[in-house]
């Protein structure tokens, strides 16, 4: 049985901001094992930190992020006052920290001109201890990374299950599947969002890959009880 990672899902929004650089830092300084976060581009083509397409849900702004330049978008705050964080400043807190990232393409509404090349650039300007974990829902985004750097983990998020998930990843060359629910195979898998203890547990038995949660310190405490 393998050891599942239990990442923390955009920070740990049960207590500070998500996808806020404070609930970042109290995820590295507080013994999480992963951190999982997602990525837009600025319409002049800066990748931030942030879930959903628009403002609306998690800033004082509103609209598309795809519409701002970068210093439209930091005049707005997230419910903590923090401006909408850079991946470059999350990139800074996580380099030479002995935990895995896993960083979201987020593409599968909106597919920003050049964002593989961009964020698949930067990431190489620091040093990680692990190396990063890149997914996406966008089937064609992990193509499109695949052409720039082979090298690196790409892993395909769904919401629906893959009737053949080995055939799936060896025919296109993928590091793992990020199911919703659980894949009756025994190949690399992280699953989301899991914030349901009994859930949790089951998944510690099975020894799947990763949970994504949105309570890593609770999940930690379930997994040293399992």
């Given at each position: 049985?393998?050891?599942?990672?239990?990442?923390a899902?955009?920070?740990?929004?049960?207590?500070?901001?998500?996808?806020?650089?404070?609930?970042?830092?109290?995820?590295?300084?507080?013994?999480?094992?992963?951190v999982?976060?997602?990525?837009?581009?600025?319409?002049?083509?800066?990748?931030?930190?942030m879930?959903?397409?628009?403002?609306d849900?998690?800033?004082?702004?509103?609209?598309?992020?795809?519409?701002?330049?970068?210093?439209?978008?930091?005049?707005?705050?997230?419910?903590?006052?923090?401006?909408?964080?850079?991946?470059?400043?999350?990139?800074?807190?996580?380099q030479?920290?002995?935990?895995?990232?896993?960083?979201?393409?987020?593409?599968?509404?909106?597919?920003?001109?050049g964002?593989?090349?961009?964020?698949?650039?930067?990431?190489?300007?620091?040093?990680?201890?692990?190396?990063?974990?890149?997914?996406?829902?966008?089937?064609?985004?992990?193509?499109?990374?695949?052409k720039?750097?082979?090298?690196?983990?790409?892993?395909?998020?769904?919401?629906?299950?893959?009737?053949?998930?080995?055939?799936?990843?060896?025919?296109?060359?993928?590091?793992?599947?990020?199911?919703?629910?659980?894949?009756?195979?025994?190949?690399?898998?992280?699953?989301?969002?899991?914030?349901?203890?009994?859930?949790?547990?089951?998944?510690?038995?099975?020894?799947?890959?990763?949970?994504?949660?949105?309570?890593?310190?609770?999940?930690?405490?379930?997994?040293?009880?399992?």
């Amino acid at each position: 049985m393998g050891q599942t990672i239990v990442f923390a899902h955009r920070g740990l929004p049960v207590k500070f901001a998500e996808n806020s650089l404070q609930g970042f830092k109290y995820a590295v300084e507080h013994g999480a094992e992963g951190v999982e976060f997602d990525v837009h581009l600025t319409k002049d083509k800066v990748p931030v930190v942030m879930h959903d397409e628009t403002l609306d849900r998690t800033t004082n702004g509103t609209g598309y992020i795809k519409d701002y330049t970068l210093n439209e978008i930091r005049k707005f705050h997230l419910e903590n006052g923090e401006p909408v964080p850079l991946l470059s400043e999350l990139f800074e807190i996580l380099q030479d920290k002995d935990l895995y990232i896993n960083l979201e393409f987020k593409t599968n509404k909106i597919h920003d001109v050049g964002i593989e090349v961009i964020v698949l650039s930067l990431a190489k300007q620091y040093h990680f201890v692990h190396p990063i974990i890149f997914s996406s829902f966008n089937y064609q985004t992990l193509k499109n990374c695949q052409k720039i750097d082979a090298q690196q983990q790409y892993c395909f998020l769904t919401k629906m299950p893959i009737p053949f998930p080995a055939h799936f990843i060896a025919k296109n060359h993928f590091a793992a599947i990020h199911p919703h629910w659980y894949l009756p195979s025994k190949i690399t898998q992280r699953i989301w969002t899991v914030d349901k203890v009994s859930t949790a547990k089951k998944y510690f038995k099975l020894g799947v890959a990763g949970i994504f949660t949105n309570n890593f310190e609770l999940m930690n405490r379930v997994k040293q009880r399992v």
